[in-house]
């Protein structure tokens, strides 16, 4: 089956062309070619689908915060193409058969593409090894005890040694859990004057200098998950410097918010690692520059609203935000910082590609019919109840943000169509 896709352009100034798909490909541009079906690009920035490497899903076991279709759902609608979801489910994908049963449900739904990631350690204790060749056989694309912290050095550096040898990486949160303590929010100026503990930089820093270490020592493939200090970016920086095998991701709350907002005593803001300070959202978009940031990412992690509106001590960390995530960043860098839209767009496609070791995908003929197409000129309202996430609420409700997709394809069939 052929599609048209009429009405787009490959560059924001460029003139409006059309792009052929046949089945789940590309076919090519401006051919002369009748089409079983035609989409209007409605003038809008066409792009290969986005890549996200950090969503939580929350299926198998908290379905009330989230599951794969409403997840999955949210990342079309976000303009993802494919998403990688965490394994602190309950049970924790720790499992081969939970494992291959979440990627065939997946399959079914025709939304976003499905790779999970499985847990390093079994149930995510920081205990035994889980068994990852299993697990990378049954569809883990990368390995991660994320949502919790990987105290125990000498399992993390097995971990990755194993993992190495079986092609794939390991990403963690890296935050020394003992000098976070029970800080909610980063610790400094602003959590002083309101009273509430803190969470220290030096929490991330400290965990990032050992975590470079190992992967020194192992030559194996680090990942490092939302970076939110400008003190751990630095670690990175002069570790690349000294070619150590590591990546990085930023989220888009950390470039766009900082502890100020918990002024408001909304637990809406309450993330992990913490929101942090002007000055750390500065170094971070410097790191986005001068690539020391390979990719970003969303850590969409969604809860109910009733969980959301404990207090600030009480309320569990996380928001849903994968639907915003581009518009936002687009809005907040792109057109009120300048930060180059193509850029941009590569921290969200191939830089997670590569980060992946994952093919990159471009517009040319025969490549996947993974697009979406971006609306950059026309500002909406974050709406958070029309959210298809089960998350309906968002630290930028009633913002006017341009930039949102309008149309995502994935394996050339129409996921995603804003009405
Ligand atoms: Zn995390």
Redesign the pocket.
């Given at each position: 089956m052929i599609i048209q896709i009429k009405n787009i352009k490959r560059t924001p100034n460029g003139p409006l062309e059309q792009l052929y798909l046949e089945n789940d490909l590309i076919l090519g541009w401006n051919l002369e070619q009748s089409a079983c079906l035609e989409l209007d690009g409605k003038g809008g920035l066409v792009v290969p689908a986005f890549l996200e490497p950090h969503v939580h899903l929350r299926e198998p076991g908290q379905t009330e915060k989230e599951d794969l279709e409403s997840g999955l759902s949210a990342a079309v609608a976000g303009g993802y193409g494919t998403v990688v979801c965490m394994p602190n489910t309950i049970p924790v994908l720790d499992d081969p058969g939970i494992l291959s049963s979440l990627i065939r449900k997946a399959e079914t739904l025709g939304l976003a593409r499905l790779r999970p990631s499985a847990a390093l350690s079994r149930g995510q204790k920081g205990e035994g090894l889980a068994d990852l060749a299993l697990l990378k056989e049954a569809g883990a694309v990368m390995f991660t005890d994320?949502?919790r912290t990987n105290e125990d050095a000498h399992l993390l550096r097995r971990a990755l040694e194993y993992a190495h040898s079986l092609g794939r990486i390991v990403s963690v949160?890296a935050e020394d859990a003992t000098l976070r303590k029970d800080g909610v929010m980063n610790e400094g100026v602003v959590s002083e004057e309101l009273g509430l503990p803190g969470n220290p930089w030096a929490a991330e820093s400290a965990r990032v200098a050992r975590d470079l270490e190992l992967c020194e020592l192992t030559g194996a493939r680090l990942h490092i998950?939302?970076l939110s200090t400008q003190q751990a970016l630095e670690k990175v920086r002069e570790a690349k410097k000294c070619g150590v095998n590591v990546t990085c991701e930023v989220c888009c709350h950390h470039l766009t918010l900082t502890d100020e907002s918990l002024r408001s005593f909304d637990a809406m803001y309450k993330v992990?690692p913490p929101l942090r300070t002007q000055a750390d959202c500065d170094a971070l978009l410097e790191g986005l520059l001068d690539g020391t940031v390979d990719c970003l990412a969303t850590?969409h992690a969604p809860h109910t609203l009733a969980e959301k509106e404990r207090d600030l001590l009480e309320a569990p960390f996380g928001i849903g935000n994968i639907e915003v995530a581009f518009a936002l960043l687009y809005t907040r860098l792109v057109l009120e910082k300048g930060f180059p839209l193509e850029r941009l767009i590569g921290l969200m496609t191939e830089g997670v590609a590569k980060v992946l070791g994952w093919a990159v995908s471009t517009l040319e003929p025969g490549m996947p019919a993974d697009l979406t197409v971006l609306d950059l000129e026309t500002g909406r309202e974050v709406r958070p109840l029309e959210f298809k996430s089960k998350a309906k609420f968002s630290p930028w409700a009633g913002e006017t943000l341009k930039g949102w997709p309008i149309l995502t394809l994935v394996r050339g069939v129409v996921a995603f169509e804003r009405g």
């Open positions: 994320d949502g949160h998950q939302h992990a850590d």
